[in-house]
C-alpha cells in the first residue's frame, strides 16, 4: 500500500543515470541494443542534437527507450512513452510495472553498470492535469502532506534529505514539485496537427548515491540495489 494516493497520477517517465570512469568501450547505440535485445536504433551526434544519443521503441513496442552520453562519464537511460496515453498525457503504466521494466533492461547491462562506477540515481516523474493552479495546488498538497499556497503559478521546490544506507555508502533522496503550462503537440503526416496548452501539475523523487566519491564503488549491484529500496520506500512509505 503506498503512503501516497497516487490515484489520478501517472507515471510520465522514467530514469536511470550512471557516473563511470571514462571508457572508450561504452557507447549509446551499444547500450541501447543490450538494454532493448533489438538492432538499429535511431543514433544522433552532436552538432545535430545537444548529445550523443541512441533511442528506439522498447522490445514490444510500448515505450521509448533513450541512451544518452550527456559528458563522456555520465549516461542517461530513460524511459519514455510512445505517444499521450493518458487523457492526452505521457505515459509509461504504472509505478510497479515501470520499475520492473527498467530493472529487467539493468539486468542486461550488468556488466557496464559495474565497470569503474562512481555514481548512480534514478528518477522518477508523476503527473497530473488540472483545470486551473488553485486545483493543482491542491493536488499537490494532498499527494506529498505539505501546504502549497492556492493559485501556485509556475511553482516549483525541492526537499533534499540525505540518508545513509550500509557500506556501499551515502544515498540522497530529493523530492521535487511543479506546477506549469505543458504543450502537448499532435502530428499527422505533414507535421504539427494540433497544439493544445494543459496546466499540469508533477512530482518528480530522485533517488541517488554520493556525488562527492571520486573512487570506483566497491560494491555497485548492492548500490544499485540500495537505491531502488529507497525508492519504493519513498512511494509506499513516504518521503
Known sequence: MSRYDLSGWNVEGLRFTFFHLENASLSPDGLWKKLTKQQNPSVLHPPAAPVHMAFGPSADGSKNVAVQFALPTRIDIAIQPSSP?????????????????????????????????????????????EADNCAASKALSTLINYEIPDGSQDFNFQINKPIWADDSGQINRILRCAIGQIQNIAFDTSGPASIVNELVAQVEWDINSDAMNKNPIHNPLRLIDCIFEQLDECIRGGF
Open 85 to 129: 496515453s493518458v487523457e492526452g498525457l505521457l505515459s509509461i503504466g504504472s509505478y510497479d510495472q515501470s520499475i520492473a521494466d527498467l530493472r529487467a533492461m539493468l539486468q542486461c547491462i550488468n556488466d557496464e553498470l559495474s565497470s569503474g562506477a562512481l555514481r548512480y540515481a534514478v528518477g522518477i516523474v508523476f503527473s497530473r492535469k
